[in-house]
């Protein structure tokens, strides 16, 4: 290339790649293994050479080692450690919902939580908000500033295995649950956490897992599943929006709401008017792996509007995660599939929500 133009505008071009190269790692939130920074050279190498945009912290492996967690006083020294090794403000994710699903566990020395189902069940919108600030002010004291709740899907089928039966809804009534999750959401804000709605545009309706294969909701999806994502977004209160892995064939007749940019793109961003992060499910679940490499996950993800991409490094291993998904975006760029203008909004969201963990909530 630099045979053709000027050796100044070859070394500016090459520059210029390489800087958006270190940005776009940005766009992703990776799992990673070990309970300290310290003596840790994979994890250093990651924060260091690959910069994502956060980490997302984990109990145990599907093996039941720890992971992540071993107790609040080692979690704090984690984080600690893990945003002064990091060169660029971080989100330190993790699912801390409530009941089923929690990352941080009374048994390992954290506070008792209480399931969405339970909230929902005595409905009263206060005592949820109560339940949340405890929650939320340790999540603060130990140093993370991103919680990948409320779930707003909808209680819709009680056999639903992912959702109603791990009692992660707060109800099947769309009012009652956008109340609840209003709740859960400012009181996390007052401590400075950031949440995420999910499962956009519904997970609640599903008779299947997303983890374990593909999920069609063309049939039983409603409407109202919408619902608390709409109102949500109209009150301000969508820091975040978590992509489901599930298909709705009169959406999109091909793809899934994760890799859809009628969905993403169309429904979400211009029908409900929402400008915050779109936040993919992770893109290792089977649902998507099992379809799809995941370089082919990540430019179909970011081409349906996506911009951050989970990659939990949970349900398989890659330690080139972020490299593999700056690459297949960078493919993207030079296809002329994605515009850099397109890629700057996605990190400037990315960089506002950053901004927003520091307690500055509008």
């Not at 109202?224 to 709409?230: G, H, N, V």
């Not at 030079?334 to 520091?358: F, M, N, P, W, Y």
Request: proline share 5%; aromatic share 4%.
């Amino acid at each position: 290339m630099c045979d053709a133009i000027s050796n100044d505008l070859c070394e500016s071009i090459m520059n210029g790649e390489q800087e958006l190269r270190r940005r776009l790692g940005r766009m992703f939130l990776v799992g990673f293994d070990g309970l300290t920074s310290d003596d840790n050279p994979a994890l250093l190498r990651l924060l260091e050479q690959d910069q994502p945009g956060g980490l997302l912290l984990f109990d145990r492996d599907l093996a039941k080692n720890r992971r992540n967690v071993a107790d609040p006083a080692q979690v704090q020294a984690l984080c600690a450690g893990l945003r002064a090794r990091s060169p660029q403000p971080l989100l330190i994710a993790v699912d801390q919902e409530g009941g089923r699903v929690c990352r941080l566990k009374e048994a390992d020395g954290f506070p008792a939580t209480v399931s969405a189902a339970a909230l929902g069940a005595d409905d009263d919108p206060a005592a949820t908000g109560r339940a949340a600030e405890t929650m939320a002010a340790d999540l603060a004291q130990l140093g993370i500033n991103w919680n990948l709740t409320p779930v707003v899907d909808l209680a819709a089928n009680p056999d639903n295995p992912v959702i109603a039966r791990l009692g992660r809804a707060f109800g099947a009534d769309p009012a009652q649950v956008t109340r609840h999750a209003a709740a859960v959401i400012k009181a996390h804000h007052r401590h400075g956490v950031a949440c995420c709605l999910k499962h956009f545009p519904g997970h609640g309706s599903s008779t299947n897992d997303s983890h374990l294969g593909c999920v069609d909701v063309t049939a039983s999806w409603h409407e109202d599943e919408l619902r608390p994502f709409r109102d949500l977004i109209a009150a301000g209160l969508a820091d975040a929006v978590m992509s489901a892995h599930i298909f709705h064939r009169r959406l999109d007749p091909a793809l899934p709401a994760t890799l859809s940019p009628a969905m993403l793109n169309g429904l979400l961003r211009r029908d409900l008017g929402y400008q915050g992060v779109i936040v993919s499910d992770d893109l290792q679940m089977r649902a998507i792996s099992d379809r799809w490499s995941l370089a082919e996950a990540v430019g179909l993800a970011v081409q349906a509007g996506a911009d951050m991409l989970i990659i939990g490094n949970q349900l398989a291993r890659e330690a080139e995660t972020v490299r593999l998904g700056v690459e297949a975006i960078l493919a993207l760029l030079r296809q002329g599939l994605v515009t850099e203008a397109r890629l700057h909004a996605s990190l400037e969201r990315i960089d506002l929500l950053c901004k927003i963990t520091g307690g500055f909530f509008p």
